[in-house]
């Protein structure tokens, strides 16, 4: 008897279960991939978008920084992308030329919550692709610089420095000063955000022909480059790599260096591994360009909708709810993530916030890297030969001749691909 | 007859399991490695061409290959005999009459071998950070200039040595003793009796005695160095100047991060002829060293 009573208990259980199963189906059950911290806060953020849509099922699921590419490419090989997910917008391009993300033109056109002119027109613009928009920019990330206040007054300045020719005289008064003691800057040998953001400063594309040849022998990237190995030829920066100095925020801390090339994320490390005795003496400074003030990368997030999403419009929701200022703000306040539109930037927490003002001021002098899926393969090339300058192993002229010959031979596949395209549709 | 089929019948599962999980990604990877497979001809099948063997024509002409090769190969040359020699002088050791505490030092020296590469990488790291790492520490005090272990390209991969030989002694080690205690006694106790010296009866029991284990333990070995990817990979990302860039490292850099599969395929293919053609060498001299005695 028991033992009946029990099957038809559990066959009862089964029941509800399937109903369930299939209630919850019924519903969207929204698919939303995050990559690193973001997945923490964005849970945060998700119960008023809940309660304004009950029918629309959150499942958000956090992807490791340094597995995400290969997870996502995987995925879109495998059909099993999700509905929403956060992509890097330097991917953006490889995406797209995958034809795994829906174009979002048509309802950004119709959108209440999203005003393209609100955001930073450059972040924007990494988005769009030969004409299509893919992503919607979630937060930004651009390089500048961190620099000492105290030991830069100590070298006889007031104020960090607008152009190269600025930036590299107090370089030399910082090294004569302490008697070489301190370094100028400290740029890692081994990461190419920093010669990436001096060559975008000069306006002229690092590739040329729609991103069929590299454009490195061009006369101001050579420019670019020069000063960048200048600096370490004239001693104002170490030729070492982000491995020698495993702790950059505890040398800075000691004043081993006075500049250091860097993004949004460590003005949170700095507060937290300085102690609060050096927490005046640190600041940052938009970065100085060739002439006057200049560009810096445009990195940050998107959210994107994959084209094999079955919920697409519930997804769009979302996108909208999480890039309203206000929810932009609360973001902020979780995680420190900047926010790519303007009108986020009205509150009073980031207004207050002293280091960040140079972000702000940067924001609107980006450049974007040129989108090819090619690039994160052309850009660690450029760095590796650049080092091979820094190490005096090649002039500036070999230098940048080796990088046009290895970035074409990187894009004699697109080339390819593209005039069998126009042959295609002509 | 029958008895061929029974054995046919026995040997089924695990030649099925070979098939499926060797031989067929494995002709896989060779033909994939005659097609330029990457990202675009994952967006649209149309844009896989079939390139013959342009793959490996263009790998041996690029100089990042062959200074894989050189690296992978300067590892291997210097790794392995030192390794071994370790490996069999830590075996000799423990295997000594006068050896104490024989079951601790067993076990303290093959800790390293199941410790995780990452974290011990990390710790080497700080060992041999040029400015705080205790191992420059030691080197000025004993008078000696201190050597910048990650950013110059002459001492990195000097470091990945070291660091692989002290992380693997311990493996070969349990082998070469298992072969060490299996030596019977009295040959020693003949030798002493005729009056030989320790260094004559390593030279002429020992040694003798070990060769066919030696031989096994030099393959193995040299076939695990020639697979270098974890100790670069972790403690200098393959710098500084790409000088701890490894035949396999560069086949992850085309595969995994840019997904140029043909040509990672075409690296794969290229290190397995190297390693095949090592290996075979190493079996026929041990092969005519056998025929001599």
């Known amino acids: ?426 | 007859m029958n008895r061929s089929r029974a054995a046919w019948l026995f040997l089924a599962p695990a030649l099925l399991v070979l098939a499926v999980f060797f031989l067929v990604p494995v002709i896989a990877g060779l033909l994939l490695s005659l097609t330029d497979y990457d990202l675009y001809a994952l967006a649209d099948i149309h844009n896989l061409r079939f390139v013959g063997l342009h793959n490996y024509w263009e790998l041996l002409h690029r100089p990042l290959f062959w200074a894989a090769l050189g690296h992978t190969l300067y590892f291997v040359i210097a790794g392995v005999p030192l390794s071994i020699a370790v490996s069999l002088g830590a075996a000799l050791l423990l295997n000594s009459p006068f050896a104490r505490a024989r079951a601790f030092f067993r076990t303290a020296l093959f800790a390293p071998v199941v410790t995780t590469v990452v974290a011990v990488a990390v710790i080497w790291r700080y060992l041999f950070n040029p400015k705080y790492g205790v191992v420059n520490f030691v080197l000025v005090h004993l008078g000696v200039h201190p050597v910048d272990w990650l950013g110059d390209p002459h001492w990195a991969m000097p470091m990945i040595i070291l660091f692989a030989v002290w992380k693997n002694f311990g493996y070969n080690m349990i082998i070469l003793l298992a072969g060490l205690q299996a030596i019977p006694a009295e040959l020693y106790e003949a030798a002493r009796i005729d009056g030989a010296s320790v260094w004559r009866q390593f030279r002429h029991i020992t040694w003798p005695m070990l060769t066919p284990i030696l031989l096994l333990v030099c393959i193995l070995t040299v076939s695990g160095y020639f697979q270098l990817f974890a100790e670069p990979y972790v403690i200098t990302e393959g710098g500084p100047l790409q000088s701890t860039v490894s035949v396999l490292y560069l086949m992850y850099d085309e595969g995994f991060k840019y997904w140029n599969m043909g040509t990672a395929s075409a690296v794969a293919f290229l290190l397995f002829v190297v390693m095949f053609a090592a290996t075979a060498l190493m079996w026929r001299a041990g092969e005519a060293r056998e025929a001599v005695a």
């Open chain 1, 1 to 426: 008897m028991r033992i009946a009573h029990a099957l038809r208990c559990a066959a009862f259980s089964v029941c509800v279960l399937l109903t369930a199963c299939s209630q919850s189906d019924d519903r969207h059950t929204l698919q939303f991939w995050t990559i690193g911290r973001e997945g923490e806060a964005v849970q945060k953020l998700l119960p008023e978008f809940r309660r304004a849509h009950p029918e629309i099922r959150v499942e958000v699921q956090q992807i490791p920084l340094t597995a995400a590419h290969e997870k996502l490419l995987t995925a879109y090989a495998g059909g099993s992308l999700p509905d929403v997910t956060q992509i890097g917008n330097t991917w953006v391009p490889e995406f797209a030329a995958l034809h795994a993300l829906e174009p979002l033109d048509a309802r950004v056109a119709q959108s209440r919550d999203i005003d393209s002119h609100d955001y930073f027109p450059t972040v924007w613009a990494t988005n769009r692709i030969d004409g299509a928009l893919y992503g919607i920019p979630w937060y930004v990330d651009t390089r500048l610089l961190f620099y000492r206040v105290d030991l830069l007054r100590e070298a006889g300045f007031d104020a960090p420095p607008h152009d190269w020719t600025e930036w590299q005289a107090q370089m030399d008064a910082i090294r004569a000063k302490s008697h070489g003691k301190r370094w100028g800057a400290l740029l890692p040998t081994n990461e190419y955000d920093q010669l990436l953001a001096l060559a975008l400063q000069e306006h002229v594309p690092l590739l040329r022909d729609g991103g069929r040849y590299g454009n490195f022998q061009s006369a101001e990237f050579k420019r670019a480059l020069s000063f960048y190995v200048g600096l370490f030829k004239r001693g104002d920066v170490p030729a070492y790599t982000n491995i020698q100095v495993s702790n950059p925020w505890e040398e800075f801390g000691r004043g081993a260096f006075v500049f250091y090339l860097s993004g949004p994320w460590n003005i949170g490390e700095f507060r937290k591994r300085l102690p609060a005795s050096q927490q005046e003496d640190w600041n940052t400074a938009p970065l100085p360009g060739p002439d006057g003030p200049g560009d810096s990368v445009a990195y940050g997030s998107s959210l994107v909708i994959p084209r094999t999403s079955q919920h697409k419009q519930a997804a769009w929701e979302l996108i909208e709810y999480l890039s309203r200022p206000y929810v932009q703000q609360r973001f902020y306040e979780l995680l420190g993530d900047l926010p790519p539109r303007r009108s986020a930037w009205e509150s009073t927490a980031l207004k207050n916030d002293h280091e960040l003002h140079a972000f702000r001021e940067q924001l609107e002098r980006l450049a974007p890297a040129p989108p090819v899926p090619e690039w994160e393969q052309i850009v660690n090339m450029m760095q590796e030969t650049a080092a091979r300058a820094i190490a005096g192993q090649l002039t500036i002229d070999q230098a940048a001749a080796q990088m046009d010959a290895q970035a074409d031979a990187m894009l004699a596949k697109r080339r390819s691909v593209l005039s069998r395209e126009e042959k295609v549709r002509p």
